[in-house]
T-cell receptor, first 111, second 110 residues
Framework: QQQVKQSPQSLIVQKGGISIINCAYE??????FPWYQQFPGKGPALLIA?????SEKKEGRFTISFNKSAKQFSLHIMDSQPGDSATYFC??????????FGAGTTVTVRA | SQTIHQWPATLVQPVGSPLSLECTVE??????LYWYRQAAGRGLQLLFY??????ISSEVPQNLSASRPQDRQFILSSKKLLLSDSGFYLC?????????FGPGTRLLVL
């Protein structure tokens, strides 16, 4: 049973547009929510992470929005660039240092 | 910061052959170590994790095993590979909630 549900499975966005990826979870014990970026043939790399006491965190063009009451969090990629084309994974942890991953979203940015 | 090495980068093995994938970590001590498998176009499945030498937890029953003979060495093994063992194998380490991944090993079982 997947503990973190991620959508959409894939998306296509024009250069300069906004990419939005959504994740939902059920386990209220989760207290750490990272996002990973993975390029083909490479290992995932940590992009940005958030804890439930913060509703939004921004790093450059990447923003996490967190809605604790809805048990949802999302990644926004502003001003999307062709170099952002990758697969993005959300994840959640409840302090046991094990991550539950979403299924991934493949983002394609068209020039 | 830590660096994770995995080898080999690519491996093609016949069904029924043994497997040994190695992961070593530099730049940290006593890390938690993880083995994940990623099927083509799919998410990450946690296979094993270890909190110390000789301590291995298995997440799913399968044809694979793991060992941690040294603090910063994690080995994934199989006695007889199955076709379904094909995939991209990733090693990760952590000292807190944040996990850092290695470059991965692509395994093709024919």
């Amino acid at each position: 049973q997947q503990q973190v549900k991620q959508s959409p499975q894939s998306l296509i966005v024009q250069k300069g547009g906004i990419s939005i990826i959504n994740c939902a979870y059920e386990n209220t014990a989760f207290d750490y929510f990272p996002w990973y970026q993975q390029f083909p043939g490479k290992g995932p790399a940590l992009l940005i992470a958030i804890r439930p006491d913060v509703s939004e965190k921004k790093e450059g063009r990447f923003t996490i929005s967190f809605n604790k009451s809805a048990k949802q969090f999302s990644l926004h990629i502003m001003d999307s660039q062709p170099g952002d084309s990758a697969t993005y994974f959300c994840a959640a942890s409840k302090g046991d240092y094990k991550l539950s991953f979403g299924a991934g979203t493949t983002v394609t940015v068209r020039a | 910061s830590q660096t994770i090495h995995q080898w080999p980068a690519t491996l093609v093995q016949p069904v029924g052959s043994p497997l040994s994938l190695e992961c070593t970590v530099e730049g940290t001590s006593n890390p938690n170590l993880y083995w994940y498998r990623q099927a083509a176009g799919r998410g990450l499945q946690l296979l094993f994790y270890s909190v110390g030498i000789g301590q291995i937890s298995s997440e799913v029953p399968q044809n694979l095993s793991a060992s941690r003979p040294q603090d910063r060495q994690f080995i994934l093994s199989s006695k007889k590979l199955l076709l379904s063992d094909s995939g991209f194998y990733l090693c990760a380490c952590s000292k807190s909630e944040t996990q850092y991944f290695g470059p991965g090993t692509r395994l093709l079982v024919l």
